[in-house]
């Protein structure tokens, strides 16, 4: 497939060419959805440089959904997404480094990427952050950062990370006296209420 010059597209054109790919794998009522149909419009809107297109046409490769599985063309339109700014492709992208899926494992690149995400407001990447920063993998250990990502993630919806916190400061948990633990607890549970 011939590469398509953003110029030529356009911003909108692309766009439009993502979301016409997004209708033909979804269907709708007359039609079932097609995937396999849907990839060459994703190509033709990633090409133009639409991040979104980018970003879901690398899970595609990647995954092996609707094409053959290319993980290392899945990676490079992910990487291209990310550079953009798409904060799921961000938040893959620090996942693909943390886990050394089909790269080299990176944590210091992999903590770059999920902190763009987190910043962003995205919930699993402010967990998969704060999973670094309790190990100390690829950041400076910092219980106290990890702590208040995992709340952010929480409060952003994220059941994973209240479960994530709770691992975290059991040991912390159980030398406190009944009083304390359960004081600390309604505290956590205000704090999450009214955030």
Request: glycine share 8%; charged share 25%; aromatic share 12%.
């Amino acid at each position: 497939v011939a590469l398509i010059s953003y110029a030529k597209v356009g911003r909108e054109n692309a766009e439009l060419l993502y979301r016409k790919a997004y209708a033909i794998e979804i269907g709708n009522d007359s039609t079932p959805g097609d995937i396999k149909s849907a990839i060459p419009l994703y190509i033709r809107s990633a090409e133009a440089g639409y991040a979104p297109a980018q970003s879901y046409l690398g899970f595609c490769y990647y995954n092996g959904n609707g094409t053959d599985r290319h993980p290392h063309l899945g990676i490079h339109w992910i990487e291209k997404a990310a550079m953009q700014g798409d904060i799921k492709a961000c938040n893959n992208l620090g996942w693909l480094l943390s886990n050394g899926e089909e790269v080299v494992r990176d944590y210091t690149k992999a903590a770059y990427w999920f902190e763009k995400a987190a910043n962003a407001g995205l919930p699993m990447a402010q967990s998969q952050l704060a999973d670094l920063y309790k190990e100390g993998k690829g950041v400076e250990q910092d219980s106290l950062v990890a702590r208040n990502l995992y709340i952010k993630a929480i409060v952003g919806g994220l059941a994973d990370a209240e479960r994530k916190l709770l691992a975290m400061d059991y040991h912390r948990y159980m030398t406190l006296s009944a009083d304390s633990a359960t004081s600390e607890g309604i505290d956590f549970y205000k704090r999450r209420a009214y955030s």
